[in-house]
């Protein structure tokens, strides 16, 4: 188990955390949440896409020109369908409560002893190489970036 902490600003984004499983598996890219109701853990996720109607180029479903062509994209065209508007999928998770809940109380576990950790003279953050590279987290998460967090202890 392996926590990042993303530093002292008062964002609901508390930490990442990676998770190795029997020394054989690596689930990347958790990520610890202050909720309503105290601290949970996300799995990881990817924002959902669809297709541009005029050359079929990939984009999120918030995009609102095609990453290919340029075209204008129809706004808000995720309702359309009427589901339940969802803009991420998990790409990794738990198939039942136990689990669920197994590797929340492990991580949670984990986040309160380096936040225990950070407070002592000579901490030294957890290096995870692809969250200390800031090309990488403006990738994954443009709206910190947008939003003006990049630079505010997310990293360090």
């Known amino acids: 188990m392996r926590v990042k902490l993303t530093g002292p600003n008062k964002n609901?984004?508390?930490?990442?955390c990676s998770i190795?499983?029997?020394?054989?598996?690596?689930?990347?890219?958790?990520?610890?949440?202050?909720?309503?109701n105290g601290a949970f853990v996300a799995m990881p996720s990817r924002k959902l896409a669809d297709r541009c109607p005029k050359c079929r180029g990939k984009n999120h479903l918030r995009a609102q020109y095609c990453n290919d062509c340029g075209v204008r994209l129809a706004e808000k065209r995720f309702l359309a369908t009427g589901a339940k508007v969802r803009l991420y999928a998990d790409t990794a998770h738990p198939i039942n409560t136990g689990c669920r809940e197994l590797i929340q109380q492990k991580v949670l576990t984990a986040f309160k002893e380096e936040l225990e950790k950070s407070t002592q003279p000579g901490y030294e953050p957890t290096k995870m190489?692809?969250?200390?590279?800031?090309?990488?987290?403006?990738?994954?998460?443009?709206?910190?970036?947008?939003?003006?967090?990049?630079?505010e202890g997310l990293l360090p």
């Open 12 to 16: 609901r984004l508390q930490a990442f």
């Open 20 to 36: 190795t499983i029997d020394n054989d598996f690596v689930v990347r890219d958790l990520k610890i949440i202050e909720g309503q």
């Open 129 to 151: 190489e692809y969250l200390d590279d800031i090309e990488y987290y403006e990738a994954e998460y443009p709206e910190e970036k947008r939003e003006g967090r990049l630079g």
